[in-house]
């Protein structure tokens, strides 16, 4: 069964570090682009950072830029995402996402599938 | 950045409704656009991906369409398990994708 479980939430202080932690099982983990993405309590979903499959390549949300480094460890099949300099609106459930691919009609397509269970962080002093 | 706009943004339906949801993107996205259902406390959960294809396992209820800037999502015969919020997401712009604001569609 293809898992994705993520760790590591918890209540910090504003200006505090927290990092957080997707284990994945049940498929090729190196061979996939990963993603976080966050949802503030109530609200929507925000794509926060992405990873190519060998690590080399990263993407972040302006929201988080400067602030959060994603990074993957392929021998663990492992994702993780350090936050520093929090923020109170960085409260959020965090998930972590499978990115999949495919071509289809001469063009390719990715979407997210599956999404671990998600990680509360909550920035309050 | 290509912004993403659903309608409504929440509906009050009976079980065995025909129910449409409305995503539109900002800027053409071809069919670049996919649709997940959020249940309270749960992680979202595909069902629909390149703007027309069916997941594996999501009900044939459950039909999306649309290229450009407008798509739906219809679902043909509510039942009980589908009160949840529906989100669309446009991947044109991978990996920097973006979602709608969501669409709660609860018991009438």
């Known amino acids: 069964e293809v898992q994705l479980v993520e760790s590591g939430g918890g209540l910090v202080q504003p200006g505090g570090s927290l990092r957080l932690s997707c284990a994945a099982s049940?498929?090729?983990?190196?061979?996939?682009?990963m993603n976080w993405v966050r949802q503030a309590p109530g609200k929507g979903l925000e794509w926060v950072s992405y990873?190519?499959?060998?690590?080399?390549?990263?993407y972040y949300a302006d929201s988080v830029k400067g602030r959060f480094t994603i990074s993957r460890d392929n021998a663990k099949n492992s994702l993780y995402l350090q936050m520093n300099s929090l923020r109170a609106e960085d409260t959020a459930v965090y998930y972590c996402a499978r990115e999949h691919s495919n071509f289809i009609s001469s063009s390719w397509y990715c979407w997210f599938d599956p999404w671990g269970q998600g990680t509360l962080v909550t920035v309050s002093s | 950045d290509i912004q993403m706009t659903q309608s409504p943004s929440s509906l009050s339906a009976s079980v065995g409704d025909r129910v449409t949801i409305t995503c539109r993107a900002s800027q053409s996205i071809s069919s670049y656009l996919n649709w997940y259902q959020q249940k309270p406390g749960k992680a979202p959960k595909l069902l629909i991906y390149a703007a027309s294809s069916l997941q594996s396992g999501v009900p044939s209820r459950f039909s999306g369409s649309g290229s450009g800037t407008d798509f739906t999502l219809t679902i043909s015969s509510l039942q009980p398990e589908d009160f949840a919020t529906y989100y669309c997401q446009q991947s044109y712009s991978t990996p920097k994708v973006t979602f709608g604001p969501g669409t709660k569609v609860d018991i009438k």
């Open positions: 990873i190519s499959s060998s690590g080399s390549t990263i």
């Open positions: 049940g498929f090729t983990f190196s061979s996939y682009e």
